[in-house]
């Protein structure tokens, strides 16, 4: 089956620092890439889609300054955290999809800032 | 807009015991599709179940069963013959068209618990 990865599952930063989170699907060609957050308790909430060499899309409400992301190839997005402050620790999610078929999740990151 | 709703926050039951987890959901596209996941303590989303909006029949997997009821938008999953590993979060999304980019848009998701 597909299998998408992720990189570092855990996190730990300073505030005020950048941290970076890497998405890859290991085994297929994913057309689309995407980024979710999920805090404690709550449900995952769609932060920004990327599609491979074009600039993200970003939902309402998520800065695009603070949540960098690059799609440069068809297996690998980041997402950069810069400037990470307490409040932008979480459980970061993406998924990759393939034309026509569901999207495929990876294991998460969970980022604390202190 | 898009919306789905999960009305069971908790849900406990015996092991062995069939369980109905409730969706719900609001769209005025015809064309959707909607999933079931799995969130264990881990954190992966485990995909469970799909049903697309124009399938005739209710989508099964194993003891997974999606109880698709579309004029009433609901979405419901079965799960039977529980078993202790089922104990963990379920989410319900729905799949959708916007601007050309097909987005996934979740419930609150519901923790089930399986006791012995």
């Known amino acids: 089956g597909a299998v998408v990865s992720q990189h570092p599952s855990w996190v730990i930063c300073k505030s005020g620092t950048s941290v970076k989170i890497e998405c890859r699907s290991l085994?297929?060609?994913?057309?689309?890439m995407f980024w979710y957050r999920q805090f404690p308790k709550q449900s995952l909430m769609l932060m920004a889609t990327?599609?491979?060499?074009?600039?993200?899309?970003?939902e309402q409400g998520v800065e695009k300054d603070k949540f960098l992301i690059n799609h440069a190839s068809l297996t690998l997005s980041t997402l950069t955290v810069t400037s990470a402050h307490p409040e932008d620790s979480s459980f970061y999610i993406c998924?990759?999809?393939?034309?026509?078929?569901?999207?495929?999740f990876g294991p998460g990151t969970r980022l604390l800032v202190l | 807009a898009q919306k789905i709703t999960q009305t069971q926050p908790g849900m406990f039951v015996q092991e062995k015991e069939a369980v109905t987890l409730d969706c719900t959901y609001d769209?005025?596209?015809?064309?959707?599709?909607l999933f079931w996941y799995k969130q264990p303590s881990s954190g992966e989303m485990i995909f469970l179940i799909y049903?697309?909006?124009?399938?005739?029949q209710n989508a099964t997997e194993g003891r997974y069963s999606l109880n698709f009821q579309k004029a009433r938008k609901s979405a419901n999953l079965v799960i039977s013959a529980s078993q202790l590993g089922d104990s963990a979060m379920y989410f319900c999304?729905?799949?959708?068209?916007?601007?050309?980019?097909?987005?996934?848009?979740f419930g609150q998701g519901t923790r089930l618990t399986i006791n012995p």
């Open positions: 998924s990759a999809r393939i034309v026509g078929e569901t999207q495929y």
């Open positions: 769209t005025s596209d015809p064309s959707y599709g």
């Open positions: 085994d297929f060609q994913a057309t689309t």
């Open positions: 049903q697309g909006s124009y399938d005739q």
């Open positions: 990327s599609n491979e060499g074009s600039k993200a899309t970003y």
């Open positions: 999304a729905m799949s959708f068209l916007i601007q050309g980019a097909q987005k996934l848009v």
